[in-house]
């Protein structure tokens, strides 16, 4: 069970948009739309920002969108935001009632 | 508002037993549209998924981890539990409790963490 591969870092300022990439396997990503986001700020526990590939729970910006194509998904966060400093992780179910995460990815808004 | 709260020794010697407990309030373990799962993150690192437990007691662990996890649930007291055995510094990490969504495998509730040292 292989790590999902997301870039260390990424940046922008504010105002523009970013995007984060999530690479996966055909047993993975590319077999299930069961790909979620995950914002961790320092010291806290993730929280979830998208499930289902590009479904929003109640209460989070619609700025951050998901999306995926083949072994791929993707996180873009628009019109960003000091506050979006923080790190983000993608997850897809691996089959067998697994999970699987990526190494994570810091945003760094300048 | 669901609460999960992680509890346990915050220092393990190399090779013994790392035991966490998970303690559930607003919200029942023994409801079927929810995995109940651990996540650990070394310092610095990633999130890296240890494995879940359903209401049925089935269990479900990483590959990777298998061989040293047991997850059990005791629903008396709304609380899951870790248990990894044969711990070395590479065990070193917060640890977290979290629900999983049946349908569509997500983590919607999140404990606050616990960080275990594994050092002699």
């Given at each position: 069970?292989?790590?999902?591969?997301?870039?260390?870092?990424?940046?922008g300022?504010?105002?523009?948009?970013?995007?984060?990439?999530?690479?996966?396997?055909?047993?993975?990503?590319?077999?299930?739309?069961?790909?979620?986001?995950?914002?961790?700020?320092?010291g806290?526990a993730?929280?979830?920002?998208?499930y289902?590939?590009?479904?929003?729970?109640?209460?989070?910006?619609?700025?951050?969108?998901?999306?995926?194509?083949?072994?791929?998904?993707?996180?873009?966060?628009?019109?960003?935001?000091?506050?979006?400093?923080?790190?983000?992780?993608?997850?897809?179910?691996?089959?067998?009632?697994?999970?699987?995460?990526?190494?994570?990815?810091?945003?760094?808004?300048? | 508002?669901?609460?999960?709260?992680?509890?346990?020794?915050?220092?393990?010697?190399?090779?013994?037993?790392?035991?966490?407990?998970?303690?559930?309030?607003?919200g029942?373990?023994?409801?079927?549209?929810?995995?109940?799962?651990?996540?650990?993150?070394?310092?610095?690192?990633?999130?890296?998924?240890?494995?879940?437990?359903?209401?049925?007691g089935?269990?479900?662990?990483n590959?990777?981890?298998?061989?040293?996890v047991?997850?059990?649930?005791?629903?008396?007291?709304?609380?899951f539990?870790?248990?990894?055995n044969?711990?070395?510094?590479?065990?070193?990490?917060v640890?977290?409790?979290?629900?999983?969504?049946?349908?569509?495998?997500?983590?919607?509730?999140?404990?606050?963490?616990?960080l275990?040292?594994?050092?002699?």
């Amino acid at each position: 069970q292989s790590a999902l591969t997301q870039p260390a870092s990424v940046s922008g300022s504010p105002g523009q948009s970013v995007t984060i990439s999530c690479s996966g396997t055909t047993s993975t990503i590319g077999t299930f739309d069961l790909v979620s986001w995950y914002q961790q700020s320092p010291g806290k526990a993730p929280q979830l920002i998208i499930y289902e590939v590009n479904k929003r729970p109640s209460g989070v910006s619609s700025r951050f969108s998901g999306s995926k194509s083949g072994n791929t998904a993707s996180l873009t966060i628009s019109g960003l935001q000091p506050d979006d400093e923080a790190d983000y992780h993608c997850c897809s179910y691996a089959g067998r009632t697994t999970l699987v995460f990526g190494g994570g990815t810091k945003l760094t808004v300048l | 508002q669901l609460h999960l709260q992680e509890s346990g020794p915050g220092l393990v010697k190399p090779s013994e037993t790392l035991t966490l407990t998970c303690t559930v309030s607003g919200g029942s373990i023994s409801n079927s549209d929810y995995y109940w799962d651990w996540i650990r993150q070394p310092p610095g690192k990633g999130l890296e998924w240890i494995g879940s437990i359903y209401e049925s007691g089935s269990t479900y662990y990483n590959p990777s981890l298998k061989s040293r996890v047991t997850i059990f649930a005791d629903r008396s007291k709304n609380q899951f539990s870790l248990k990894l055995n044969s711990v070395s510094a590479t065990d070193t990490a917060v640890y977290y409790c979290a629900r999983e969504q049946t349908v569509g495998s997500w983590l919607g509730y999140w404990g606050q963490g616990a960080l275990v040292t594994v050092s002699s």
